[in-house]
């Protein structure tokens, strides 16, 4: 999809398209629409970028929370979003063994009775491995540090739905 493509789009379908390109925050589409017309991806992904930092403590906070846990009940169920399923499941996430899902389990409530929100990682840049390490190494991080490694993790996520959306590469 081109760039005149996204500039052109009415409210309805610019939804349909990025209405999840931050994870079940939708509002955050419906405001970056209004920012039309976008030169590029980067101009693109700007303003998805900008609406997160204007937020306040509770708000990125809340950006965080939307976030499913990796490899959790959410996906053992089916109840992922397309894109979410589609990162966890090619990231090997849904064909970890007992005693790795249960070892991400413990450290995954860990972190969020740590934090107060989801472990997020772009699991397209990593492999399952990665995780439990990466989950285990986070956990010593002060909380505003890790509030802003979580958030930059929310936008690598947000960059490879758009780039995805757009047929570029990321």
């Known amino acids: ?10 409210f309805g379908e610019f939804m349909d398209v990025f209405g999840n390109v931050i994870e079940r925050c939708p509002l ?5 629409w209004s920012k039309r017309p976008f030169s590029d991806l980067g101009d693109l ?4 970028f ?28 089916g109840r992922l979003t397309a ?9 090997g996430l849904q064909n970890l063994g007992a005693a790795e899902r249960l ?35 986070r956990l010593r991080c002060p909380p505003a540090q890790e509030l802003r490694t979580a958030l930059g993790e929310v936008k690598k996520i947000c960059h490879l739905r758009l780039a995805d959306l757009l047929g570029e590469q990321p």
């Open 1 to 10: 999809m081109d760039m005149e493509k996204v500039n052109s789009m009415d």
């Open 28 to 32: 955050i589409a419906a405001a970056v």
């Open 45 to 48: 992904e700007k303003h998805f």
């Open 50 to 77: 900008a609406f997160i930092d204007a937020l306040p403590l509770s708000g990125q906070e809340g950006v965080l929370r939307c976030h499913p846990e990796l490899a959790g009940r959410e996906l053992q169920w």
């Open 83 to 91: 894109e979410s399923q589609r990162e966890q499941s090619a990231a």
């Open 103 to 137: 070892r991400l389990s413990e450290l995954t409530a860990q972190y969020r009775a740590r934090f107060g929100f989801p472990f997020v990682l772009a699991v397209r840049l990593s492999d399952p491995a990665a995780a439990p390490r990466e989950l285990a190494r």
